[in-house]
């Protein structure tokens, strides 16, 4: 019972504080804006010819006078001449590995650390100072192609840092 009067007194504190502070009272620059643009209209079609001006007709004596915030000057966007195209080396991923040949792997890893074969599938480890990788490859129409990878630590029930056996291995591909 104590729960269902609490949050009733809870939304409606809620819709007190959201309702307060948005009055046409009060001096909201937003709104102000919005009646100064839609009073201009109607004061240009009705008087174009009267000295009455717009700015005359908003100053409100009623109200106390306030600073506006000064409107930030505009900077002016220059087109490049040439487009550079700047190549992603942070979205490195052990999936683009997937579907090389065993030769194309070596070329680019080199030989691997160890070689595990069982009928149609081969699994190359590479040991980087970060993390092992290890890389399946299935036997298809007599060329073996990359088919899983996956990374491990290098402690038995250790921790990997992704991102630094990555960086290691960027740097071995270069």
């Known amino acids: 019972m104590k729960t269902i ?6 939304c409606f504190c809620i819709v007190i504080s959201i309702n307060a502070c948005h009055t046409f009272e009060h001096q909201n620059i937003f709104i102000n804006n919005i009646n100064k643009n839609s009073s201009e209209v109607l004061l240009d079609n009705k008087n174009k010819k009267s000295k009455l001006s717009v700015k005359n007709s908003i100053r ?3 109200m106390a006078p306030i ?6 000057e ?11 195209k700047i190549p992603r080396t942070d979205n490195f991923s052990l999936d683009k ?6 030769k194309k792997l070596i070329k680019t890893l080199g030989n691997s650390h160890f070689v595990k074969e069982e009928g149609k599938l081969k699994n190359y480890q590479y040991h980087f100072k970060e993390c092992f990788i290890d890389i399946f490859l299935l036997k298809k129409n007599e060329i073996y192609l990359v ?3 996956e990374t491990r630590p290098t ?6 840092n992704i991102n630094a056996c990555f960086e290691e291995i960027k740097q071995n591909l270069n």
């Open 5 to 10: 009067l609490i949050k009733i007194i809870f």
């Open 60 to 62: 409100n004596n009623e």
């Open 67 to 72: 600073n506006l915030p000064k409107q930030t």
């Open 74 to 84: 505009k900077v002016q966007k220059v087109a490049l001449q040439k487009q550079v």
């Open 97 to 102: 590995f997937i579907n090389w040949n065993e």
């Open 147 to 149: 088919n899983y990878v």
């Open 155 to 160: 402690k038995l029930n250790g921790k990997i």
